[in-house]
């Protein structure tokens, strides 16, 4: 569970607690500090249990360090939150005590005292518990490792602890750093502890990379993760097109529509269908209720409402106000 603040600010110092709050109010508040100090997640409460939740982060020298206690609960990292903060940080979740599940990509990894694993912001991920847990999170730019770190994208949600020599010495680090973080005063001690942790994570992930190569039917899954992805990111946009889209990933129209014949669509059927499925997940929110169905659609990349009614209606079965209002029709 952890979170990004924007690109451009840093993050700060924070200490946070549900303690003191009414059992009401808590899980709103909980999402109010993650969203504004780490990065935007959707909640779910896991059982009946009253939500108890702290955090705890801790600056040094650009390394970005929480600590989280929480109550069992689902963390989710949605399209709808990259499109309100779309942050390029990778996301290190090591488990004190506990266990956590980690999904992204398609694959899930189970986590339990000592494990970790990776999940990249840039996309959906989602993070789980049933009972209470205490993690070690640590978020590192995107940035600083692509072009270093080879196959990125097919090491999020892998447990580093059965997978990598060098994950019980991050670990073994990690422990120590979190309980002696908020006492360092000195920044050129910060900075050597910083920048020895940095190295052990990138180590890591080298490691990981190097017996992870990709065979050729891995790259055109990669490709066609890429392109979902770049859909993902820019179906708000309605000047968003196939070649729009070809060009930005250097992919010819005709390659990308090969990739995606296997699922049995097209790229330019693809965007209007993820346009229509965020649609439809809008309407049903509750925090939503007040926006107009014409706001949603135009703020999901439809400028045209009739084509966006009709196309609604051929998916749903039912007109889009009808939907909201659950009157969808019953098979």
Not at 72 to 95: K, T
Not at 175 to 185: E, G, I, M, N, Y
Not at 241 to 263: G, H, M, W
């Amino acid at each position: 569970m952890l979170l990004e603040a924007t690109k451009a600010a840093a993050m700060q110092p924070c200490f946070a607690s549900t303690a003191s709050l009414p059992p009401r109010e808590r899980f709103d508040y909980w999402h109010d500090v993650v969203s504004r100090n780490l990065v935007d997640l959707d909640y779910q409460l896991v059982g009946e249990a009253q939500f108890d939740a702290s955090f705890h982060s801790t600056p040094i020298n650009g390394l970005d360090l929480c600590r989280i206690k929480a109550s069992p609960h689902v963390a989710q990292r949605s399209s709808e939150g990259i499109s309100r903060a779309d942050h390029s940080m990778l996301v290190f979740n090591f488990v004190l005590s506990g266990s956590l599940i980690a999904e992204q990509d398609g694959r899930t990894a189970h986590l339990k005292l000592g494990d970790g694993a990776l999940c990249d912001a840039t996309r959906p991920y989602k993070l789980s518990s049933h009972e209470a847990f205490e993690l070690a999170s640590i978020r590192v730019p995107r940035e600083q490792c692509v072009g270093r770190i080879p196959h990125l994208n097919r090491l999020s949600a892998c447990n580093l602890g059965e997978r990598s020599e060098l994950a019980p010495m991050v670990f073994g680090y990690l422990s120590h750093l979190v309980d002696r973080a908020p006492h360092l005063t000195s920044p050129a001690a910060g900075l050597k502890i910083s920048q020895n942790f940095k190295d052990l994570l990138l180590a890591l992930l080298a490691e990981l990379a190097d017996s992870c190569a990709p065979s050729l039917t891995e790259y055109r899954s990669l490709a066609l993760m890429r392109i979902k992805e770049t859909v993902e990111r820019n179906v708000h946009d309605a000047d968003l097109t196939p070649a729009t889209i070809a060009a930005e990933l250097k992919l010819s129209a005709r390659y990308i529509n090969q990739l995606l014949e296997a699922e049995g669509t097209s790229l330019s059927r693809y965007i209007w269908s993820r346009r229509l499925d965020r649609c439809a997940e809008q309407l049903k929110d509750p925090a939503l209720r007040a926006r107009g169905v014409s706001q949603i659609a135009m703020d999901n990349g439809f400028n045209d409402l009739s084509h966006f009614s009709k196309a609604f209606r051929i998916k749903f079965g039912v007109a889009p106000r009808d939907y909201r209002n659950g009157l969808a029709m019953q098979s």
